[in-house]
């Protein structure tokens, strides 16, 4: 298997690679412009065509990781950068963002149709992009009409500001919801579903998105293939002071890992290094390439605050998990 | 709270009593006319107007549990004789029926517009009714594609054979698709689901339910009000000899008491006895007015073998759970 | 003026006479089957072609009105059995019913699609006719979503049980609501709205209704043009010991003509006296010729107890209320 | 209660601020540009996030109030300018304007498809803007159909001109033709609508409203809660010499004071002044903190001409008018 063994996302026309870049966490935040710049470069030329980000991921809560003034910009000011300064031709890769929180104001989160029209404003102004190939609703919003929130998003691709749209970390009905407005309202569907997917989160992606992609087209974008961190076999001996787990912004994580739950995923884990070990590749590389096992995962998206990292991860396409699964 | 104390099934303008009776499992099989008759007129004279039957039932695996060669009627036939011979006002009352399994042969089974159309019609020769009022579809059928199964149950009730239709053990997923092929071909959505519903089985009642009936307006008739008669009590010590979980069909049920899972419920059970002792009722009738506290649940289908039995389950209307919750 | 002066019902192409026959009250309650056929062969044999009923009108509460065992029949049998014995040409004369009340049981009442489809039924086997040609609504069920309302009435039309639809009581808003579901679902709208209308209720009819009729083609039927006999002057010096509003059932009538709002009517309605002296007519004929005189009004509904007043209210088409209102 | 205690505008996902700010009496004709702009600031730094305007206001009959030549921008005019040199961040508020009336030529008023496409166009370029969130349609046209009116404001939408559309002083008649429309035509259906509301004018808003924000989803934005000044207090003793309604445009105003129902509306407010004092506050704040109480007012348009009145009816969302009314 290789990147650029693309696959369709869902039953759209779009190819996408294998392994996606996500940049959210990382880019404006965690590192330097000039390390995501590296990270990006590695990336394409590696045969990753698909590039993901967010509006104002980094900005908010997460900053406060570091108390470095220079690491003050947003994922997607950072993205667009880079991609003004490398110049590869825009129709070689394809830049998707998500919408939700937008900024502080009441009017400038959710899903509202307001909303939607000055998010993705603001992403491609942010992006010096023209377009996005993809623009997901990050979340539902249960205070919005569906026929308001896919009226919207059609809008958008009417617009010519997207070409694409989908959704991220929404249920199967809610999924079936927004395709039936669209029928309805002759609008247009979203084409794919953004959803974590790693060893110890596997129903939605293995139960039900197939059942989605079988009935109505969409395809798969799994996000977390190392469990935030977790499968990355950092936390193996608890929450170590430079781990992301330890950022002020991020108790949460360090909870997860300490709770019981948590040291059952542990144990679990020391099972899955042993196998790891046994293929001679690294416990991260073992978990990527077993998302990407399942021909329902349409992209799987990793992410990376350094090249080596990077570069270790996109080894894992050549990890052969289970070469007996492909057939099927 | 009185049974004639009736709600709307679902956002659809049909009044249904609290309680509905079901007659799939015992009428034609383990209790003889006669009984059946006792029970329908006792439910009927008690203000409950939803009687629930299904093709096929008690006929096949399910008849062996006795030998005795005289209980060898379908359900829906005895259903029928009733009906006819106490002569009640067809209007004042709701016979349903549900769809799927009719018989051996390979068309006779599913959700195909020729199982749809013949099976509602043998079921009508069956009850010697011109009409039922709601029609389910007793399972999903991942062989038929959709539009087929909504243009066939559209066909039905522009036929005169059905008022209404709906579904049964029908994911949430699944009831949205339904209802977005409707929109889509202007064919008519189902109005009510099937559920199961008791202590040991809530989610999908208490939380995929409601946001269907608020988007689409989906309506709750829940069944197996005592976990298939866990709930009663009388599995407390075992399997009794005489039980339905010793008799032959009914393995998986024995297996459900036995299994760890079913140790479990035993314990909780115990909880539950010392509450109904507290209020003053028995065992079944605190689950059954423990499932009609919410207004959610629109018609809870109850069973029974006996006249004692029955009017016992009646009586859990006098039960008051949880008086607060009723208003709000 | 001429009774067989037809107008259409709104913008539908059914040709009605100016003055319909009401036959709720009266029929099968106050008076006897022979008094009603009298009454229904001198409003034929004058011209009049639209005879309106209702089901189990004068079933329940109107028929306390007298003890004599003889006036029990429903207004629909009464009517049923006049036209069979008749035998009139079945094209030469409309008959319409109105559906909302069929029964004591909750399945029996309201715009359920069970209960329109019931009740249909119920009345054409009355009537012993094999369809009506306009089936009202009698009253607005806001428990019933207006789409299931619209698909029953269709069905019905489908079924050939009826030719037309329309509404009674309800408001323009609801009358439009009806109009766009079947508009957007390609259903049947409804030609046309029951109202009340005399010199006493006069804003539906004269603002709202001519809005309807210039938007979506609804036409207008008035009832009670005397007001309930109010304008008939019967009541001028209180009530009468032998009128309707010394009946049983009929206390709401008397407190409106006692109460203060009735004393005022009474005071206009010496006005009223004086005009129909001048012109040389009753105060009925006038009360009559008065609601004719807008175009808008395509038929108004009048009943009558005896051959006398029937003939006199027919006589009010030769008064000539306001001639350069014609025009207009 | 805050004004950032938004509520969503009808059934849209736009989230709105309790109270909203009227510009069009005052704007560019009262007062001047720097008291405007300071109340714009009070609005807007309380939280407040609506901002309403209308075409042409202040420009014609309303600006002969004053002879001082300097007062004669458009009310668009002058909150352009203000919002320009603010330079807040665009979703951060809403601007919404009403269109009607937009200059004297024939082709210029009411809601054809040619004013629509122009009166926006010229309002976005008053306003310096490139949209508007809402745009209302400033009365019904009984001269163009409702289908012209329909698609034109879904073409302003389409073209990004406008990202909602509503009504102002439509009958719920009208609403639901216009809703009935767009069903029919796949066009957008309009949001909300702008009705008069306050203590002496009460029916639409709390009667009709709330069916059809129940039945199509129409939210309600209310003008006028102190009755054009009546509730302020100021007219109690007549009409002074400086008020608004001794200005040259205003006799309408003028007559309805001194006109026999004003006299008792004046009997009511000694009465409401009456509470008023007991609670502590002003009589035009409890008339504000009055609208708020009902959750089927999502925003209450407010004005003022100077900053302690604007200020003072702030002061009103601390008024507890009644506090067991807002759980409900």
């Not at 249960?142 to 929404?170: C, D, K």
């Not at 360090?254 to 995923?265: S, V």
């Not at 349409?298 to 080894?315: D, P």
Request: charge should be neutral; hydrophobic fraction near 40%; proline fraction near 2%.
């Amino acid at each position: 298997m290789a990147i650029n063994d693309s696959r369709n996302l869902g039953k759209s026309g779009l190819r996408v690679s294998n392994l996606g870049f996500g940049t959210w966490v990382t880019f404006g935040g965690q590192i330097t412009d000039e390390v995501a710049e590296e990270l990006l470069t590695l990336a394409y030329d590696n045969g990753i065509n698909f590039f993901d980000t967010a509006e104002v991921y980094s900005a908010g809560k997460h900053s406060d990781c570091t108390k470095k003034s220079k690491f003050n910009d947003l994922a997607e000011v950072t993205l667009g950068k880079i991609l003004k300064k490398k110049n590869w031709r825009r129709s070689s890769y394809i830049i998707s963002t998500k919408l939700f929180w937008g900024g502080k104001a009441e009017t400038e989160k959710g899903l509202s149709r307001k909303h939607i029209v000055e998010g993705i404003r603001g992403s491609l102004d942010r992006l010096q992009l023209e377009y996005v190939d993809v623009v997901f609703a990050n979340k539902t919003d249960a205070h919005t009409p569906m026929e308001e929130i896919v009226r919207a998003f059609t809008h958008i691709i009417n617009q010519g500001w997207a070409l694409y749209w989908g959704t991220s970390r929404w249920s199967p009905m809610e999924i079936m919801e927004a395709y039936s407005v669209a029928r309805q309202f002759n609008l247009i569907p979203p084409i794919a579903e953004q959803a974590e997917y790693h060893l110890f989160q596997r129903e939605k992606v293995e139960v039900q998105m197939p059942e989605l992609f079988q009935k109505i087209g969409i395809g798969t974008i799994t996000w977390s293939p190392l469990a935030c961190g977790i499968l990355s076999g950092k936390y193996e001996d608890g929450v170590p002071i430079y781990s992301r787990a330890a950022c002020k912004g991020y108790c949460w994580l360090k909870d997860k890992i300490l709770c019981e739950e948590g040291r059952r995923q542990q144990a679990k884990l020391r099972e899955v290094a042993l196998i790891a070990d046994k293929i001679g590749c690294s416990i991260a590389q073992l978990a990527i390439a077993w998302c990407l096992r399942s021909e329902n995962v349409h992209c799987v998206l990793i992410g990376a605050s350094t090249v080596e990292q990077l570069y270790e991860n996109i080894q894992a396409l050549q990890t052969n998990v289970n070469p007996s699964d492909k057939g099927s």
